[in-house]
Protein backbone atom coordinates (compact mmCIF):
# COMPACT_ATOMS: atom_id res chain seq x y z
CA UNK A 1 0.00 0.00 0.00
CA UNK A 2 1.58 3.34 -1.13
CA UNK A 3 1.76 6.22 1.58
CA UNK A 4 -0.67 8.71 1.27
CA UNK A 5 -1.37 12.22 3.67
CA UNK A 6 -4.17 10.55 6.24
CA UNK A 7 -6.91 13.51 6.48
CA UNK A 8 -9.04 13.98 9.79
CA UNK A 9 -12.13 15.56 9.84
CA UNK A 10 -15.25 15.90 12.58
CA UNK A 11 -18.01 13.58 13.04
CA UNK A 12 -19.97 16.80 12.58
CA UNK A 13 -17.90 18.07 9.57
CA UNK A 14 -18.40 14.22 8.08
CA UNK A 15 -22.05 14.45 8.51
CA UNK A 16 -22.60 18.08 6.82
CA UNK A 17 -20.17 17.33 3.71
CA UNK A 18 -20.68 13.86 3.19
CA UNK A 19 -20.81 13.28 -0.28
CA UNK A 20 -18.07 15.26 -0.88
CA UNK A 21 -16.26 12.96 1.93
CA UNK A 22 -17.82 9.51 -0.22
CA UNK A 23 -16.13 11.15 -3.42
CA UNK A 24 -12.96 12.09 -1.68
CA UNK A 25 -12.16 8.56 -0.52
CA UNK A 26 -13.79 6.63 -3.44
CA UNK A 27 -12.38 8.50 -6.24
CA UNK A 28 -9.57 10.67 -4.66
CA UNK A 29 -8.40 7.57 -2.80
CA UNK A 30 -7.81 9.11 0.32
CA UNK A 31 -7.95 7.71 3.72
CA UNK A 32 -9.53 9.82 6.65
CA UNK A 33 -9.72 9.41 10.02
CA UNK A 34 -13.38 10.70 11.61
CA UNK A 35 -12.26 12.30 15.33
CA UNK A 36 -15.84 13.00 17.80
CA UNK A 37 -14.64 15.26 20.77
CA UNK A 38 -10.69 15.19 19.26
CA UNK A 39 -10.48 11.38 19.89
CA UNK A 40 -10.08 9.05 16.62
CA UNK A 41 -13.57 7.15 15.82
CA UNK A 42 -13.69 5.37 12.60
CA UNK A 43 -11.37 5.47 9.43
CA UNK A 44 -12.72 6.01 5.66
CA UNK A 45 -10.51 4.07 3.37
CA UNK A 46 -10.48 3.34 -0.15
CA UNK A 47 -12.80 -0.02 -0.95
CA UNK A 48 -9.22 -1.14 -2.66
CA UNK A 49 -7.49 -0.68 0.66
CA UNK A 50 -10.22 -2.50 2.52
CA UNK A 51 -9.57 -5.28 0.16
CA UNK A 52 -6.02 -5.42 0.49
CA UNK A 53 -6.40 -5.55 4.58
CA UNK A 54 -8.62 -8.27 3.99
CA UNK A 55 -6.69 -9.92 1.97
CA UNK A 56 -8.76 -10.67 -0.54
CA UNK A 57 -10.78 -9.37 -4.02
CA UNK A 58 -14.58 -8.67 -4.12
CA UNK A 59 -16.56 -9.84 -6.94
CA UNK A 60 -17.37 -6.50 -8.76
CA UNK A 61 -20.82 -5.21 -7.75
CA UNK A 62 -23.70 -5.73 -9.75
CA UNK A 63 -26.20 -3.29 -10.07
CA UNK A 64 -29.79 -4.34 -9.84
CA UNK A 65 -32.56 -2.07 -10.93
CA UNK A 66 -33.81 -0.07 -7.66
CA UNK A 67 -37.59 -0.49 -6.88
CA UNK A 68 -39.76 2.76 -5.76
CA UNK A 69 -39.85 2.21 -1.88
CA UNK A 70 -43.16 2.43 -0.44
CA UNK A 71 -44.84 6.09 0.69
CA UNK A 72 -42.14 7.79 -1.38
CA UNK A 73 -43.02 9.59 -4.49
CA UNK A 74 -40.29 9.73 -7.54
Known amino acids: MSQR???QL??????????????RVAYGKEQVILR???Q?????????DWQRLQGQAL?????PSRKPQKGRKK
Not at 10 to 23: E, G, K, Q
Not at 59 to 63: A, D, G, I, Y
Request: proline share 12%; no cysteine; net charge neutral.
Open 5 to 7: KVH
Open 10 to 23: STSDARNHFADLVN
Open 36 to 38: RHG
Open 40 to 48: ALVAVIPLE
Open 59 to 63: PPPSH
